[in-house]
């Protein structure tokens, strides 16, 4: 009797990543697939209770370390962290892991971005299908639309004239210094040719890009790659647990799963509803956030599903994650996001320009914006709109039927 085939998922990032893929491997299940998933050791469980494989490449001591340094909520540091520790540790742990797991013939790899050692071994064997899944526009280089990778107001990659010179330049003086030794230690292994400029074109699969959002969110371009494809936001986050929604209509307020630091803004946010007396609703799965005492009508909660919470609240001052920011999309309430890092910039200009929410740029008007939301009918009526263009089967269905198409050589036809 053959084996069923397999599906090898990377997810080596926080939560707002893992869920997307665990749900992308719960319908690859559907379909009939073995399924084994990369990621931190503090998701494993996740995993394993969705009924997926889950491995283990991060250990809990290196994650947490590397969620409890101040710098990696900052720009250009954030983001100099998560690639050293992605191409340093996880790549050839994950190279490895496909080895050794991997079904001549019967094997499909499906990658989130900063998962090189899944393209490395699309070259080395061909015929082993590569998916790879963008939770987020940010990482697709597209003139057409840019992405905003910064707060600044005027961008080298944002203009026409300039837009090809500074992605080289951050290939060449930030990127490649960063990734090329590691990459290219492992191709050179496995008698591979070096690669450079990896995350120019290289790093993106020949086979299949799933942009798990909608074209509403970040259109499909002129110069669109043509093996890219939108199924939507993949909207699962953990739901059906027991959860006894607010009844008070509270303003969310959070700073995302991962982000240990947010005392400081927790407080501030806590004074400004007693202010304003606003009933709030203080988000973190870090319970040392919280400050030690909150007035009446605020109060603290660690994790809960957004799908399940976010409905009955009236807005959302956010970091603009793209799991957040999509949730409270569906939602269709306003939203305040505070950027900090990663693709949280651009996530809140395209929130901006669907007409449902804010950008808070300094945490002193945090006040005054609030009050500025909330009065504002026209970002309710937008924010209900863009609601209601939620329909059909979620992005996490869509990718996995992409993906078996994949791995059988079909194309959906949307």
């Given amino acids: 009797m053959s084996s069923p085939p397999l599906a090898i998922l990377s997810a080596p990032g926080s939560r707002g990543d893992v869920n997307p893929m665990i749900a992308i491997g719960v319908q690859l299940r559907e379909l009939g697939y073995d399924v084994a998933i990369s990621l931190a050791e503090p998701y494993a469980a996740l995993a394993r209770d969705a009924g997926l494989d889950p491995h283990p490449l991060i250990d809990r001591e290196t994650f947490d370390e590397l969620l409890s ?57 061909p015929t082993t299908p590569l998916v790879d899944v963008h939770l987020a526009p940010l990482m697709l280089r597209v003139p057409e639309q840019p992405a905003h990778l910064t707060p600044w107001r005027l961008e080298p990659t944002r203009l026409r004239s300039t837009f090809k010179l500074a992605y080289w330049l951050g290939d060449a003086l930030f990127l490649d210094p960063l990734m090329t030794g590691p990459i290219n230690r492992i191709r050179r292994a496995n008698r591979l040719p070096p690669v450079r400029r990896i995350m120019h074109d290289w790093w993106l699969s020949p ?3 799933l942009a798990m959002y909608p074209g509403w969110f970040a259109p499909q371009t002129e110069g669109a790659l043509k093996q890219l494809r939108h199924v939507g936001f993949p ?17 969310v307020f959070t700073t995302g799963t991962a982000n240990r630091h947010s005392r400081e803004f927790f407080q501030r946010a806590a004074s400004q509803c007693s202010r304003q007396n606003i009933p709030g609703l203080l988000l973190s799965s870090h319970s040392e956030c919280f400050p030690a005492e909150l007035p009446p009508g605020v109060r603290g909660l ?17 970091h603009g994650g793209i799991g957040t920011t999509s949730q409270s999309l569906r939602a ?21 320009r669907l007409g449902c929410g804010r950008t808070l740029r300094r945490d002193r008007d945090l006040g005054e914006l609030l009050q500025q939301v909330l009065a504002d009918s026209q970002i309710a009526v937008s ?32």
């Fill in 69 to 125: 340094d101040p710098a990696f909520w900052k720009l250009a540091r954030g983001m100099y962290r998560v690639i050293r520790g992605i191409v340093a540790d996880y790549l050839p742990l994950h190279f490895q892991k496909i080895q050794e797991l991997h079904r001549p013939g019967n094997t499909v790899l499906v990658s989130h971005p900063l998962d090189f050692a899944s393209r490395i071994f699309r070259d080395l064997d």
């Fill in 207 to 209: 086979d299949r890009i």
């Fill in 235 to 251: 909207l699962d986050d953990g739901a059906g647990e027991a959860f006894t929604p607010p009844t008070d209509r509270p303003v």
């Fill in 302 to 318: 660690g994790y809960v599903p957004l799908s399940q919470l976010l409905p009955h609240c009236r807005a959302i001052l956010h």
């Fill in 332 to 352: 269709g309430i306003p939203q305040i996001i505070r950027p900090m890092a990663f693709d949280q910039f651009d996530n809140a200009v395209r929130v901006e």
């Fill in 383 to 414: 924010a209900r709109e863009v609601a209601g263009r939620f329909a059909g089967p979620s992005g996490a269905t869509r990718a996995a039927q992409e993906i078996h198409a994949v791995m059988n050589g079909r194309t959906v036809k949307v």
